[in-house]
């Protein structure tokens, strides 16, 4: 029984760690729904502070709309019109031209094209030709200029013309299984782990004509992969075909503006990275003097700047008589598209219809500044060790100080976490999530919160039974929603007391003595209004004994008129039990039984006490204990020897004083007691204390007791034959104090006597 209730107190605690334990393995599982709200959050920040433009040498050469208005041509442009748009940039100082498109096909606006598909229709019959003809028609052919050449030309010599120049073509990788690989124009160097497990893989690549790649300076591949909602944050710097890593456009451009010809992967295991011995991935890749930051396989977070036409210009510009060299001198320009018939628009989070060119410009745009933006190794390290540090923090507070520090400490932690994300963002360009271990912390503190709830709602149950039996319903919801008013183990109060015991009880029950439950309906018929009585009047049902009735005030609910309750609890006891002796009379006469009315005898005190949980661990009861307990129980008992049916003391006297109608008794030190105590008997209510009758008993009363008191025997003689004739009703008390009045007068007590009676029955 013991260990069960450790359990149970246990819980507190054993559901949050749980909890925990389960917001962890999530977290370390990272499933994609998680992932979103983190990019979600990243989304938010980035439209909530944008990168700032910076001028740096990168820039979109756009084939927009009005672009193609000008030209009066469509798209594919014939390659003659590229070659003559690249040999004006780099005769106006461009260093790269990158190409995010894909030149797979020979230019069929080409004359040589064109006269080989005119000759190789099926309408043109060869064989008719002459042999003259047919010998010369190859050689023809051969010697028509080709666009296609004249543009792997151009971009030859401009490979030649310095090793800072050139042009990059672009190729698109792709998932379907081809022959088609693109050609590998710069090594690189590993440098910790194997990259290539952590690289993106495809399977074959949409390439370029060969005279075009031979004639490039660089080769990369502008696929951008969205994340799992379709927004592009991050783009790759490398990807694989099988066991070849190729580049990105933009690493591409940003070699060859260097001149470099190599690369760098620093991987998980390399010099100064710390990956405490996992294999973690990419981390930096170097290119040139630029080393870039990227995540474990190998993406650039890209920071997105607002749209400005300082990054843009329309490719018809270049075309102009007064085309203006600085925009493009010293340049790297990538070679897009914007039109709106051309469809090559990606999703940002600050664009939902961004050009494609955008964001390999913005990454070059990044990287030049110097302005990284990354989700460093240790993010999720530390969000782990936050969930964990803070919940245990919690699991430990919450059940000590309560729901509502618990929620502090939780709503806190939520906007600190949230804080110091916003400032790592806007200060130091780290991504950290404070969304998760926000969430994990608020799953363990309501966890927690709920076993607190389901254990003080157990409690109140338990209350609610414990008291339901003994409280008025009123009384027993007050207690349930305020538990705390019940000190389990015993607190001091000053508290009044009620014995209520049957007269006579003993032949009561002979005369059932051959039908028990008759006595036993008698004795409910009999407890139930009297008990009735006392709860609606704020009292507690301490225990019943048989045909004998404890009760106490002002526990466990505070109650400031207790002494008024507990006498006016008694009244509305006899009066219950006049009603029962009638119906009780009533049904005698029918059945032809004898009629045995009911009457009781009532002791009321106020005292101190300790009031609380009294028993053992294995079983308690919630009662009382004091010697003024003690004296209720024996006034009950008098007052069958006084022949009242109510007897309080002195204490109770003095505090309901103007409340009820009352006369003294007797200064009696009850058996058991050396002490003596007034004692005082209930006639009526307060309206009985201005009816000329009381008040003409209550003097002479008075005047007997005082004459009694100080031995003036022949005058208390005669008092008491006029308090007889005031009141009929207290023959018996008025017949003991003449018993005692003629004991003195023969036997004299001691001159210092002072009117003590002592009892010696209970």
């Known amino acids: 029984m013991r260990s069960i209730r450790f359990i149970k107190r246990q819980m507190v605690y054993v559901i949050p760690v749980l909890m925990l334990m389960a917001s962890l393995g999530l977290r370390l599982e990272n499933p994609p729904f998680l992932q979103v709200f983190q990019l979600k959050l990243f ?42 748009m690249l040999a004006r940039l780099f005769n106006a100082g461009a260093k790269v031209v990158a190409f995010d498109v894909v030149f797979a096909e020979p230019d069929r606006t080409s004359p040589r094209q064109a006269l080989s598909i005119w000759l190789n229709q099926p309408s043109l019959d060869m064989e008719k030709l002459s042999p003259a003809a047919r010998a010369f028609s190859k050689p023809i052919i051969d010697s028509i200029p080709d666009h296609d050449e004249a543009f792997a030309d151009i971009i030859g010599q401009i490979r030649d013309a310095a090793k800072d120049h050139g042009v990059i073509a672009g190729v698109v990788l792709t998932n379907e299984l081809s022959k088609n690989k693109p050609a590998v124009k710069a090594g690189y160097a590993v440098n910790g782990d194997d990259p290539l497990p952590f690289l993106n893989n495809y399977f074959g690549a949409v390439v370029n004509l060969p005279s075009i790649e031979a004639a490039a300076s660089g080769i990369g591949s502008f696929n951008l992969t969205p994340e799992s909602d379709g927004i592009i944050r991050r783009v790759p710097t490398f990807v694989r075909i099988d066991k070849q890593i190729y580049p990105s456009l933009s690493l591409e451009a940003l070699r060859v503006f260097q001149g470099a010809s190599t690369y760098i992967l620093k991987s998980s295991g390399a010099n100064l990275e710390e990956n405490f011995g996992e294999k973690t991935g990419l981390n930096h890749i170097k290119v040139g003097r630029l080393e870039i930051p990227v995540d474990g396989e190998g993406r650039f977070w890209v920071h997105f700047a607002k749209s400005t036409s300082e990054r843009v210009i329309p490719l018809w510009k270049v075309f102009e008589k007064d085309f203006d060299p600085a925009l493009v001198a010293g340049k790297i320009l990538f070679f897009g598209t914007s039109a709106a018939g051309l469809k090559d628009l990606r999703a ?21 500044s110097g302005h990284f933006m990354e989700r460093p190794d240790w993010a999720d390290g530390m969000e782990k060790v936050f969930i964990l540090v803070m919940g245990l923090i919690l699991i430990i507070l919450t059940p000590r100080f309560g729901a509502m520090p618990g929620a502090a400490i939780s709503l806190g932690t939520a906007i600190g976490a949230v804080a110091m994300s916003w400032y790592l963002y806007t200060d130091k360009l780290l991504l950290v999530d404070p969304i998760y271990p926000g969430i994990a912390i608020l799953a363990v503190y309501l966890s927690s919160s709920a076993i607190m709830y389901l254990r003080t709602e157990a409690e109140r149950e338990r ?43 003993t032949s009561i029950s002979e005369s059932f003595k051959s039908n028990p439950q008759g006595l036993t309906r008698l004795i409910n018929r009999f407890l139930t209004p009297l008990t009735d009585a006392i709860l609606a009047r704020q009292g507690t049902i301490d225990k019943y004994m048989g045909d004998c009735i404890m009760a106490f005030w002002n526990a466990p609910m505070e109650d400031l008129q207790h002494p008024q309750h507990a006498c006016e609890s008694a009244l509305a006891m006899f009066e219950e039990l006049e009603k029962l002796n009638q119906d009780l009379e009533t049904e005698a006469l029918e059945n032809g039984e004898e009629y045995k009315p009911l009457n009781v005898g009532v002791g009321i005190n106020t005292g101190d006490c300790v009031v609380g949980n009294m028993g053992s661990e294995q079983r308690f009861d919630y009662s009382v204990l004091g010697d003024a307990v003690n004296l209720a129980a024996r006034l009950e008992g008098q007052s069958k020897n006084y022949g009242v049916g109510i007897v309080i003391g002195e204490d109770t006297q003095s505090m309901i004083n103007d409340d009820f109608a009352t006369l003294e008794l007797d200064l009696i030190a009850v058996k058991g007691k050396a002490e003596a105590v007034h004692i005082h008997t209930i006639l009526g209510r307060k309206e009985m204390l201005q009816q000329q009758d009381f008040l003409a008993l209550k003097a002479q009363h008075v005047a007997m007791l005082d004459a009694y008191r100080q031995q003036d025997w022949a005058k208390a003689h005669e008092l008491l ?28 007590p001691d001159p210092s006597w002072d009117g003590v009676f002592v009892a010696t029955t209970k």
Not at 50 to 78: F, K, M, N
Request: charged share 25%.
């Open 463 to 505: 209350v609610r039974g414990a008291f339901s039996q003994y409280l008025s319903p009123a009384l027993v919801e007050q207690l349930a929603r305020e538990p705390d008013r019940l000190r389990l183990g015993g607190e001091s109060r000053n508290m009044s007391f009620l014995f209520c015991d049957v007269r006579g009880f």
């Open 348 to 368: 940002t989070p600050l664009n939902p219809a961004a050009a494609g060119v955008d964001v390999h410009v913005q990454t070059v745009e990044q990287i030049l």
């Open 721 to 748: 034959k006029e308090c007889r004739s005031a009141d009929g009703s207290f023959g018996e008390l008025y017949d003991m104090y003449e018993e005692r009045v003629d004991f003195y007068m023969e036997n004299p």
């Open 43 to 84: 989304d938010l920040y980035n439209q909530l502070h944008p990168r700032d433009y910076q001028p740096v040498p990168v820039a979109t050469l756009d084939l927009d709309d009005e672009t193609l208005s000008r030209s009066g041509l469509q798209w594919p442009w014939p390659r003659s019109k590229l070659a003559e």
